[in-house]
């Protein structure tokens, strides 16, 4: 894999962390009546966000078990996130160094 493809894979998955991150902030704020849905920019951006992130989320619900009504499934999402981002990482590094 060229140099370019890693970076282009690693930019990828920086950008789509930060939309997750995005995606679990407006939950809580909307949760705690911070932001209010009514609004059409705020529900624009909850929309684009959930067609963002729900395309991998979801599948992640569907098996993870109910935790007290606490969705963790961004927190699993990031952590695998993180593995893919390592291991793209150290492959790139151990055939370009």
Do not use: C, H
């Not at 407006?26 to 067609?51: C, E, G, H, Q």
Request: aromatic share 12%; no cysteine.
């Amino acid at each position: 894999m060229s140099y370019a493809m890693v970076k282009l894979l690693l930019t990828i998955i920086d950008i789509y962390w930060w939309i997750l991150l995005a995606t679990v902030i407006v939950s809580w704020l909307t949760a705690f009546d911070v932001i209010n849905m009514r609004s059409n920019a705020a529900y624009s951006i909850w929309k684009w966000l959930n067609a963002m992130t729900e395309p991998l989320l979801g599948p992640i619900r569907s098996v993870l078990p109910s935790v007290g009504g606490l969705d963790i499934s961004p927190l699993i999402l990031l952590l695998l996130m993180q593995f893919l981002r390592d291991a793209i990482a150290s492959s790139a590094g151990a055939a370009f160094g």
